[in-house]
Nanobody, 110 residues
Framework: QVQLVESGGGRVQPGGSLRLSCTASRSISDHAAVMWYRQTPGNQRDLVALITTTATNYANFAKGRFTISRDNTKSTYYLQMNDLKPEDTAVYYC?????WGQGTQVIVSS
């Protein structure tokens, strides 16, 4: 069993930045893919970004604004979000090695 603890969410004005973190309760294989999803009320979770040992991929809405990264030595995974827009408002979840984080709320509003 792995617990993933997320942090870094909050309220920010349009154009602002946030960095989300997801820390695992134990070491996870460096080969495990890491994904960030987001979800708004009444909707399914949408993939935001994915990182493997060889590649990163982003949803179209995230390209050029979001950056996914990982620090395997700390079992911590990141999502840097820049130039945030009101439509980025959602609960963001990390998904690693078959486990979900608890989610962190991001609100983009003036």
């Amino acid at each position: 069993q792995v617990q993933l603890v997320e942090s870094g969410g909050g309220r920010v004005q349009p154009g602002g930045s946030l960095r989300l973190s997801c820390t695992a309760s134990r070491s996870i294989s460096d080969h495990a893919a890491v994904m960030w999803y987001r979800q708004t009320p009444g909707n399914q979770r949408d993939l935001v970004a994915l990182i493997t040992t060889t590649a990163t991929n982003y949803a179209n809405f995230a390209k050029g604004r979001f950056t996914i990264s990982r620090d395997n030595t700390k079992s911590t995974y990141y999502l840097q979000m820049n130039d945030l827009k009101p439509e980025d408002t959602a609960v963001y979840y990390c998904f690693v090695a078959g486990f979900w984080g608890q989610g962190t709320q991001v609100i983009v509003s003036s």
